[in-house]
Every structure is written in C-alpha cells, then in structure tokens.
C-alpha cells in the first residue's frame, strides 16, 4: 500500500510542515483582520481619524 | 458553531491538501514512461492552474457586475481575484518548470502549450499595469473591468485553443484535457486528484478572501484620511 523511499518521505515532511505554517499564518491573519475591521468601523462610526499605522 | 460554519470551506482546504501531499507523495501511483515518479506532480501543478483558471473566471465575472451597476466593491473584488489568480499563476509555472527540468532536460522550451501559458499570465500583468497608469478612479474601474473581460478571453485563447492549433507539443493536452479525459488516469491517481484539484480551489477562494478584506481595509483607510 505505501511505495516510498527515504528521500520522498523526507519531501512529503517539509510539505507538509511548509503546508501547516501556511495554513497557522492565515488563520493568523484572518483574526488580525477581523481585529483591524472592527477597529475601523468603530472609527468611521466615531467619525474619528484612523491611519494607515493605526491598522 | 458559527466560526466552523463560517470556515468550513479552510479546514476542508487544509484537510484536503494534506491528504494531497501524504497520499499522493507516498501512496501507489503508476510508472509511465519518461515521466515516472514525476507524475505525482500533477496533483499540484495541475490543481493551481485549475484554481488560477477558477479565480481569474470569478474575476472575469466580478467585472460583469461591476459594469452592469458601476459599484467600485465589485471592481476591488475582481482586482483581488487577479491578484490571486497571478499568485497561482506563478506556482503553476514553477510547479510546470521544475517537471520540465526533470521529464524534458530543460526548465524551459519553445512549445505553443509553454509560450501560451506564459502569454496568457502577461495578459494579466498588463492588467496591473494598466491600473497603476491610470489616476481617475471612476476611469480606472471602467477600464480594467473591461479589460480583465478582455483578458479572461485573451488568456482562454492562449492556454486551450492557440496550443490546440499546433501540430505537435511536448506538453500533454493537445487533443483534450489532459488528466480529465477517460484513461488518462489510473483510477487510483483519480483519488488523489480530484480533491487536489478541490483543495488547491478552495484555498485560492481563502487567499483571494484575505486579499480582498486587506485591501477593503487599506481603501476605508486611504477614504478616511482624504476625508479630514
């Protein structure tokens, strides 16, 4: 059932540990987003000055 | 309840795609000649251009309805799409280069499948650029909507029909599609490919989401500022 070498195991590791870091830093930046946009609604709201530094 | 409900669609991405690289990587796959063990790169540089090809089609019809009411949040989403769509563009061909390199002896070569592929991505590099030339922002919706209709057929025309019309090509894909015609495949790649193809689909959806919210986000933030 599992035909592999050394070689593509090794091949197959760093993906998916390449795939699992890129899968954490999205969700990251989804919460980081969600964060920002409601900061930034509650500053259009307030109709205060929001900058890009802020976000 | 309400996040999974919400997420749903990026757990199954990732499940999808790690099950892509285990099973495909490591599972049965058959020995063809020339290509061998390369084969098994099919289910990734295939799968990115199936899902480059979806998000440039959902850019295509983003600028539709952009054009139909003239609102700028269907222009942003189709600016995203593109820019998603170029991402996976770019991997498709790393992805076609690395398996040329190891099945033809070159990264490069002069095949109409190759130059059209090539062609089409800088039909939607013109696209960028033609939005960084122009200042009006009214003008500069209008006509990178119309030009990413434009470029959707450009870019059809480049990858299925132009390369259909040579004699010959290295590539595989010259009488149909390849990997999606009966016999193409044996069944037990099936079983990797088509959740591939899914998988790489749904995160290009995720990506193309992101992009879009962080440039929302940085156009409210240009909007307030201009109105101080």
């Keep these: 059932m599992w035909e592999f070498s050394g070689k593509i195991l090794v091949v197959a590791i760093a993906l998916l540990v390449i795939f699992a870091g890129l899968a954490v830093w999205l969700f990251y930046l989804e919460r980081r987003l969600s964060g920002t946009e409601k900061k930034l609604e509650e500053c259009i709201k307030k109709g205060g000055r929001s900058s890009p530094s802020q976000t | ?228």
């Excluded at chain 2, 285990?22 to 790169?41: D, K």
């Excluded at chain 2, 991997?91 to 280069?97: A, E, R, V």
């Excluded at chain 2, 033609?130 to 870019?155: N, T, W």
């Excluded at chain 2, 590539?171 to 037990?188: K, R, S, T, V, W």
């Design chain 2, 1 to 228: 309840m309400e996040r999974i409900r919400r997420n749903w669609f990026k757990y199954l991405a990732m499940v999808l795609l790690a099950y892509v690289i285990v099973w495909g990587l490591l599972g049965p796959a058959p020995s063809y000649p020339v290509i061998h063990e390369t084969i098994r790169n099919l289910y990734f540089h295939v799968g990115m251009w199936f899902s480059m090809i979806f998000i440039l089609f959902a850019s295509m019809v983003f600028s539709i309805r952009y054009l139909r009411g003239f609102d700028p949040v269907w222009d942003r989403k189709s600016l995203a799409a593109v820019k998603t769509g170029l991402v996976f563009g770019v991997l498709g061909l790393l992805t076609g280069m690395i398996w040329a390199r190891a099945t033809w002896g070159v990264f490069w070569t002069n095949d109409p499948k190759l130059n059209g592929a090539a062609l089409g991505m800088l039909a939607y590099m013109a696209y960028m650029l033609l939005r960084a030339s122009v200042g009006e922002e009214g003008r500069k919706a209008r006509l990178a909507s119309v030009y990413s209709i434009f470029a959707f057929v450009l870019f059809f025309i480049f990858i299925m029909i132009i390369p259909r019309m040579a004699t010959d090509s290295l590539h595989p894909g010259i009488e149909a599609n390849p990997a999606l015609m009966p016999g193409d495949l044996a069944p037990q790649m099936r079983m990797v490919f088509y959740p591939a193809v899914l998988g790489w689909i749904l995160l290009a959806w995720w990506i193309y989401g992101l992009v879009y919210r962080i440039d929302e986000i940085r156009f409210k933030v240009r909007e307030q500022i201009e109105n101080q």
